[in-house]
């Protein structure tokens, strides 16, 4: 019955210069290993969010994952949320339900609870989160529910948040746990990092890139030289794509 609901299914990727992003080759990869087939992964390539209507009308749709700098936008689409990306504010997974209205869910959380759970030691109870798109909500609603303190860093900071000019001694003490939520690094510019000051870092930092493609960023290179705990986003993605899978087709995990 499950194979019946997969049949003749489009799945694709929305976002903005996507051609490097994961997704495509990761359900490629799954539908060839589970034997799943007529299914496809496509990446749907929109030069603005309004281009989304189209998309949601594509024949045969059986849902969508959506990336940078999209995963805010998109909400004005959505007809419907779940419980956790009504919180978070953020959609990176869409449903199509029967009655032909979507449904926005957030699988970014899972995914960052799943991998945080690989190396997390109890290792702080601050944090600071680098950036503040999409993806940094759905990190402060995982952190928030392990109640741990989260201050967001960003370059053009609203109230509540800070620069990273006032990155001081005394932050990067009290806050063991950074995540880069940023693009910065990512291949092909991987001679870049979010500008916080690495030599404050020490070995009881726990450094969270959700950058996977070069595996070691420049920011986590620059942590494990100083003997902090690092760890990329791969397993996140991972785990969140699976977990979209499962929304799509109406799977228990």
Known sequence: MEKEKQQ????????????YSFSRSYFAEKFKKENITNC???????????????????KNLGGLNVTIPYKEAILPYIDQLSEDAKIIGAVNTVKLLENGKTEGHNTDAFGFKQALGLKWNNHATRA???????????IEYVLGEMEIETLFVSRNPKEGQIHYNDINQDLMNSHLLIINCTPLGTHPAVDQAPAIPFDLIHDKHFLFDLI?????????????????????????LEQQAEKSWNIWNNMND
Not at 40 to 58: P, W
Not at 218 to 228: D, Q, T
């Open 8 to 19: 003749n299914k489009r799945y694709g990727l929305v976002g903005k210069e996507i051609e």
């Open 40 to 58: 496809s992964y496509e990446n749907f390539d929109l030069q603005t969010i309004d281009e989304i209507k189209a998309v949601l009308k594509s």
């Open 128 to 138: 600071l989160i680098l950036g503040t798109g999409g993806a940094s909500k759905a």
């Open 212 to 236: 996977y493609n070069p595996e070691v960023s420049l920011f986590l290179n620059e942590g494990l030289k100083r003997g902090a705990t690092i760890q990329n986003g791969y397993f996140m």
